[in-house]
């Protein structure tokens, strides 16, 4: 029922900035008490957490991105934003949104198929 569908630029050159949409139908992005998060996965590599955003609009990030990660949300389009700047080589991967319930990877209820982005080096 749930659906969600990732898209933006799946070619980035370094040092400029990342803009990925997720476009969630079936259910509102306000409802109580979902979290809406981005997660990566590089080529030969395991699922990274991103950060989140949640129903009321708290965000939070991993440490290791926060000093250039930002998750936003229009509630008239029902989209979550990820931005990430300046990117590297090093965060080409496979992006992914997700909805969960309860905290943590294992919490995800619904996935989006992922898009591919590489930064040209």
């Known amino acids: 029922q749930v659906q969600l569908q990732e898209s933006g630029p799946g070619l980035v050159d370094p040092s400029q900035t990342l803009s990925l949409t997720c476009a969630v139908s079936?259910?509102?992005?306000?409802?109580?008490?979902?979290?809406w998060s981005w997660i990566r996965q590089p080529p030969g590599k395991g699922l990274e957490w991103i950060g989140y955003?949640?129903?009321?609009?708290?965000?939070d990030y991993s440490p290791s991105l926060k000093s250039r990660t930002s998750i936003s949300r229009d509630t008239s389009k029902n989209h979550v934003t990820l931005q990430l700047s300046p990117v590297t080589p090093e965060d080409t991967a496979v992006y992914l949104c997700?909805?969960?319930?309860?905290?943590?990877?294992?919490?995800?209820?619904?996935w989006g198929r992922g898009i591919q982005v590489t930064i040209s080096s």
């Open positions: 997700a909805r969960a319930g309860d905290y943590g990877l294992s919490g995800i209820d619904y």
């Open positions: 079936g259910g509102s992005i306000t409802t109580n008490y979902y979290y």
């Open positions: 955003i949640d129903y009321s609009g708290s965000t």
